[in-house]
């Protein structure tokens, strides 16, 4: 495989040169027999197969195009002569690819594989036609070049080769995004139902607090779930998996959907289910998604009345008939103004509909109140893994005084676990303490307020008699306005 593109298709030219000669000089039937001699001919002479790779293929972007230019940009980087630099909003660093009509030669398993960036420029006849000007543009491929006898190695191996590792760049070089499918202002849209924008938030399960048990068992999941690709295609089941995170506002469901994101590299459609207008549409969204995602419905109790049906069937029993058309006016009512979505197109939307809709997705749910969700959407098998968070115990807190702190012992640690066991205070509130205020705030006096704002917590409950409803955060920020919050303040920090 030491020659060029140019050096074979000359060799080719003269061939096919040699073959018209032949046929307008032979009568038919020689021709027939001739025709099977050079089709052996052919392939001794040049033993080679030509495969092509459009960049579009019936007007849809081919997935396996783009695989291959960033395969190719990244091993051919140190190698070709002619390569493009791109650094797009999309991607954490620049990105190499072969420049057009540049060839490279590629080894696999000590086979060399010959591959050109071909361009072919296109007149659009029809602008033409019709007396306008005729504008030409570009139809990019990537021609890939083997010797026959390698036609297996190829289909079999070569190929799945190069996409997964083109796949693999892409993914560690992309930025990542946080989608919506609610109405905003700055956030990009291409068209299709989300918007995006980029993702970035800092909590990893390095800095979440919350039991270390519990937290290992979490990852141990999800690394079972990311090498689960062969498992799930092996039990016939749909590669995704379904969390509930359920506890008391403030202990951290977000930081943890945050903390996923971050730890599996996947990109976050934060679902808001009051925007959904039908099971249809909930489809549709579902269908746009894409693999490596995590798909978020955060406080699902309060985005549709799930439970409302369940509960209404055991009521009904009970009431007046005039009681009952009341009821169901003012429920007309309601329902003009809220989401279509029923609870069977939800269940359908995280079982059914997904196995029609790719690969290796995440779904998580966020509550305050798991018991109010219906059990049929909890069940395990939708919801694999329940979540508990709850308030902030000694082994959470040491997580964050060494986040915020960056202390391992304190004096005052002794009387803080006490505290922390007898009162039950969010991880948020003690973030919130443990937040020195200004550079010079000293750890002495950031734990000494934790301490003082849990007794004052503690007296307050005991003054208005309530010892087991904890207060509720001043503001409810929704996930994306969490997030958006984080990059704002990155962007302010760069
Ligand atoms: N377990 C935790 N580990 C680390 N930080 C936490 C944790 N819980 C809360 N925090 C801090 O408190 C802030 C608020 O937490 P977060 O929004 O994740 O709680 P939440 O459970 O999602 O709350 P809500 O139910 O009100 O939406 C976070 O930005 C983070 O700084």
């Not at 040049?46 to 459009?54: C, G, L, N, R």
């Not at 030409?136 to 190929?159: G, Q, T």
């Not at 989608?179 to 291409?190: H, R």
């Not at 040491?398 to 005052?412: E, F, V």
Request: proline share 2%.
């Amino acid at each position: 495989m030491g020659e060029t593109f140019g050096e074979q298709f000359s060799r080719i030219a003269g061939l096919m040169f040699v073959w018209s000669t032949i046929q307008q000089l032979v009568p038919y039937r020689v021709q027939i027999y001739l025709e099977k001699l050079w089709a052996k001919l052919f392939t001794f002479f040049y033993p080679y197969v030509h495969i092509t790779f459009h960049e579009y293929t019936k007007g849809m972007r081919n997935e396996a195009y783009s695989c291959i230019g960033t395969y190719l940009g990244a091993k051919s980087s140190n190698k070709a002569k002619h390569l493009t630099g791109d650094k797009s909003g999309n991607s954490k660093s620049l990105t190499i690819s072969l420049a057009k009509r540049e060839e490279t030669i590629d080894e696999f398993n000590g086979v060399q594989f010959q591959w050109k960036a071909f361009t072919e420029e296109i007149q659009d006849s029809s602008s033409s036609r019709r007396g306008g000007l005729s504008i030409p543009h570009e139809k990019n491929s990537y021609i890939l070049v083997f010797h026959e006898k390698y036609r297996e190695m190829v289909a079999e191996r070569y190929l799945d080769y190069v996409i997964e590792e083109g796949k693999a760049i892409e993914l560690s070089n992309r930025k990542r995004k946080l989608y919506t499918n609610k109405n905003g202002n700055d956030w990009y849209w291409n068209g299709g139902k989300w918007k995006h924008i980029i993702f970035q938030h800092p909590a990893t399960f390095d800095t979440l607090a919350m039991d270390p048990k519990k937290k290992q068992e979490i990852i141990n999941d999800l690394d079972a779930f990311k090498k689960g690709k062969e498992y799930y295609a092996k039990i016939g089941k749909a590669w995704k998996r379904g969390y509930l995170l359920y506890g008391p506002p403030g202990t951290g469901k977000s930081t943890m959907i945050a903390a996923i994101a971050n730890y599996m590299e996947y990109d976050i459609y934060d679902m808001e289910l009051t925007s959904v207008k039908t099971n249809s549409e909930l489809k549709q969204l579902l269908i746009d998604t894409r693999s490596k995602s995590v798909i978020v419905i955060e406080d699902i109790d309060c985005s549709l009345d799930l439970t409302k049906k369940r509960k209404k069937k055991e009521d009904d029993g009970a009431k007046t008939e005039e009681k009952k058309k009341d009821d169901e006016e003012e429920e007309e009512k309601d329902s003009n103004s809220k989401s279509k979505v029923t609870l069977s197109g939800l269940l359908n939307f995280i079982d059914g509909i997904w196995s029609a809709c790719g690969q290796e997705r995440i779904i998580i749910f966020t509550t305050n109140h798991v018991d109010k969700l219906d059990p049929a959407l909890i069940r395990r098998g939708r919801m694999d893994m329940h979540i508990e968070m709850s308030y902030c115990k000694f082994e959470a807190f040491k997580i964050l005084a060494k986040n915020y702190l960056d202390i391992d012992s304190h004096p005052l640690f002794g009387e803080i676990r006490q505290l922390l066991e007898e009162n039950d205070v969010s991880p948020c509130d003690v973030a919130e303490n443990l937040m020195p205020k200004t550079d010079s705030g000293d750890a002495q006096h950031c734990l000494m307020k934790l301490v003082e704002a849990i007794k004052t917590a503690k007296l307050e409950k005991e003054k208005s008699g309530d010892k087991k409803e904890s207060k509720p955060r001043k503001m409810k920020f929704n996930l994306l306005s969490k997030f958006n919050f984080f990059k704002q303040s990155a962007k302010g920090k760069s």
